[in-house]
Nanobody, 124 residues
Framework: QVQLVESGGGLVQAGGSLRLSCVASGRAFLSSTMAWFRQNPGKVREFVAALTWSGRETQYSDSVRGRFTISRDNAKNTVYLQMNSLKPEDTAVYLC?????????????????WGQGTQVTVSS
């Protein structure tokens, strides 16, 4: 089992940047695929980005590719999401997730562990 706690959300103007962090507890983190999803009330949870346990493979949604970067520091049991050139449509609760394996990395139902989320609000 992996327990996840996100931080780093907040209010930022369009064009600004934020870095989200997700600290994981449990040895399983070192072998886990990690991902970020986002969700707004009443809407479907949306895949944002994922990376393998080694960090060598990444995957991004089309809406954030080129603006967001996912990374991890296994020594700190932490995964990050650097978000640049933020847009109002990026406003959402951002959730960290963990799983084993890599196939279908964008499928939320493949993930077994979730954090509580951190709110990101981008003003125009």
């Amino acid at each position: 089992q992996v327990q996840l706690v996100e931080s780093g959300g907040g209010l930022v103007q369009a064009g600004g940047s934020l870095r989200l962090s997700c600290v994981a507890s449990g040895r399983a983190f070192l072998s886990s695929t990690m991902a970020w999803f986002r969700q707004n009330p009443g809407k479907v949870r949306e895949f944002v980005a994922a990376l393998t346990w080694s960090g060598r493979e990444t995957q991004y949604s089309d809406s954030v590719r080129g603006r967001f970067t996912i990374s991890r520091d296994n020594a700190k049991n932490t995964v990050y999401l650097q978000m640049n050139s933020l847009k109002p449509e990026d406003t959402a609760v951002y959730l960290c997730a963990a799983r084993t394996g890599w196939l279908e990395a964008s499928d939320q139902y493949q993930y077994t562990n979730w954090g509580q989320g951190t709110q990101v609000t981008v003003s125009s």
